[in-house]
């Protein structure tokens, strides 16, 4: 069962420092795809696929795909291995630097819904970015910003100046997410 196998996979993330999603937070996402139930969904970053699987498992029920893309060649092996073991079949991964690539070129029409979780003085420019792909009812989250905060004026300074309604919750102790118009 994909729960036992994200367990495991959480674990082993664990044990080797790979920074993926909190069980809180991988609980909030959960929640809010079923409210919302996005149809295509690009994940900026995936690391060995924890999240990507997260995503991916709860947006099947109603036949839809997560598109995402990872920077390293070990990780993105990894997460090939990890895909095939969860048997999911709605997820196209690319092994790119998504710097470099025009996000339309990876998933060809407008998104529903997406996830951010990396470089957090990116995030600002990911958001313009993701803005301009994002469909009318689109919703977007921005994981660790509370922990990272230090990090963020920017994009604190971009939703303030493109007043964009945003609210942040808090997840795990001590850090936290950005939901925009979720
Ligand atoms: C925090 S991890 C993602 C964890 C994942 N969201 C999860 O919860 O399972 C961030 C990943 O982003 C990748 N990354 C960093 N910069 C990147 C870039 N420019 N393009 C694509 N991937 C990148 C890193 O290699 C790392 O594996």
């Known amino acids: 069962m994909i729960q036992d196998f994200l367990k495991g996979l959480r674990i082993i993330c664990q044990e080797r420092d790979i920074p993926i999603i909190s069980q809180q937070t991988q609980d909030y996402l959960e929640g809010i795809l079923y409210k919302h139930k996005p149809k295509i969904c690009l994940e900026i970053w995936s690391a060995v ?19 995402s893309c990872e920077i390293s060649y070990t990780a993105y092996t990894e997460w090939i291995n990890n895909i095939k073991q969860s048997w999911l079949t709605n997820i196209v991964l690319y092994p790119f630097d998504v710097n470099k690539v025009d996000l339309m070129k990876l998933v060809t029409k407008e998104i529903d819904f ?10 600002a420019s990911y958001l313009t970015k993701i803005q301009n792909i994002l469909g009318s009812n689109g919703f977007i989250v921005l994981d660790d910003v509370i922990k990272y905060r230090n990090k963020l004026s920017l994009l604190y300074w971009y939703l303030q100046e493109k007043q964009i309604n945003y609210k942040m919750l808090k997840m795990e102790p001590g850090d936290g997410i950005i939901v925009i118009n979720g």
């Open 114 to 123: 997406a996830f951010i979780d990396w470089q957090k003085n990116q995030y």
């Open 49 to 67: 696929g924890y999240s990507t699987i997260v995503i991916a498992n709860t947006i099947k029920e109603w036949g839809w795909t997560v598109y």
